[in-house]
C-alpha cells in the first residue's frame, strides 16, 4: 500500500538553488495539503489543493509554490532557497469525509 | 492570535495517571477537531475526531468539545510510557475552506 509518497527523503540545499519536493498519492483524495515543521513546533500550512487545477495559500505560503495538474500529484516548488526554509516537510491528502488526513513519511530539508 | 493554540509542554505525568491536553482555536465557525500524536522523526497519526459537544470516548482516550468555550481537550487515562509523544490538536476551518489547521503541539512524558 503505498498511500502518500513523498521524495526526496533528506536534501540538502546551498542559499539560493531551487528545487521541488514531489508528492504522490493513490488513494484518489481531492484534498491535498502541504505542511511544513520546525524543529520542536507543530505543523505549519503552506499550501493546499482540493482538486486538479485548484490550489490556494495557506498559514506560510512565502518562498513556495505549488501546482496541481492531476489528482494524484502535488508538487512543492522552493525557488531562492533560504536558511529560514531548513525544516521538515509533510504532503498529506484527506478523503471526502475529512475524518482522516494521511501524511507521507517526511521530507527533511536543510539550507546551508 | 493564532488559530489554533497548545501548550508546548513538556506535560509530564506519572505511570499510570491521567494526562490531559487542551486546545483552543479561534474560528468560531470550525466544525471538525481531531487529535494526532507524532513521536519523534515520524509523521503524525490520528487518534481520533470529534464533531459534537460533550465527550467521546476510544479506548483508554477520551476526546471532549465545548463550542461555546472553543475549546477541545484530550484525556489519556493509565497513561503508559509508549504515550510519551507529541499531541498535536487539528481543526478544519469554518465550512467551505477545507483548511486543515494544526496547533503547536504538546510534548507528553510519562514517567515509568
Given amino acids: 500500500n503505498a498511500g502518500v509518497t513523498q521524495t ?13 519536493l514531489q508528492c504522490a498519492q493513490d488513494m484518489n483524495h481531492n484534498y491535498m495539503y502541504w505542511y511544513r515543521q520546525d524543529p520542536g513546533m507543530g505543523l505549519k500550512l503552506i499550501y493546499y489543493s482540493v482538486g486538479a487545477g485548484i490550489t490556494d495559500k495557506g498559514e506560510v505560503p512565502n518562498g513556495y509554490n505549488v501546482s496541481r495538474s492531476t489528482t494524484e500529484d502535488f508538487p512543492l516548488r522552493l525557488e531562492l532557497a533560504a536558511p529560514s526554509q531548513t525544516s521538515v516537510y509533510f504532503c498529506a491528502s484527506r478523503d471526502s469525509t475529512g475524518n482522516t488526513i494521511y501524511f507521507g513519511e517526511g521530507s527533511w530539508l536543510t539550507v546551508v | 492570535q493564532k488559530e489554533v493554540e497548545q501548550n508546548s509542554g513538556p506535560l509530564s505525568v506519572p505511570e499510570g495517571a491521567i494526562a490531559s491536553l487542551n486546545c483552543t482555536y479561534s474560528d468560531r465557525g470550525s466544525q471538525s477537531f481531531f487529535w494526532y500524536r507524532q513521536y519523534s522523526g515520524k509523521s503524525p497519526e490520528l487518534i481520533m475526531f470529534i464533531y459534537s459537544n460533550g465527550d467521546k470516548e476510544d479506548g483508554r482516550f477520551t476526546a471532549q468539545l465545548n463550542k461555546a468555550s472553543q475549546y ?22 469554518t465550512s467551505g475552506t477545507y483548511k486543515y489547521i494544526f496547533g503547536t503541539g504538546t510534548r507528553l512524558k510519562v514517567l515509568a
Avoid: E
Wanted: charged share 15%.
Fill in chain 2, 72 to 93: 477541545v481537550s484530550l484525556l489519556i487515562r493509565d497513561s503508559q510510557p509508549s504515550d510519551s509523544a507529541t499531541y498535536l490538536c487539528a481543526v478544519i476551518a
Fill in chain 1, 8 to 20: 526526496p527523503k533528506f536534501r540538502i540545499l546551498k542559499i539560493g538553488q531551487s528545487m521541488t
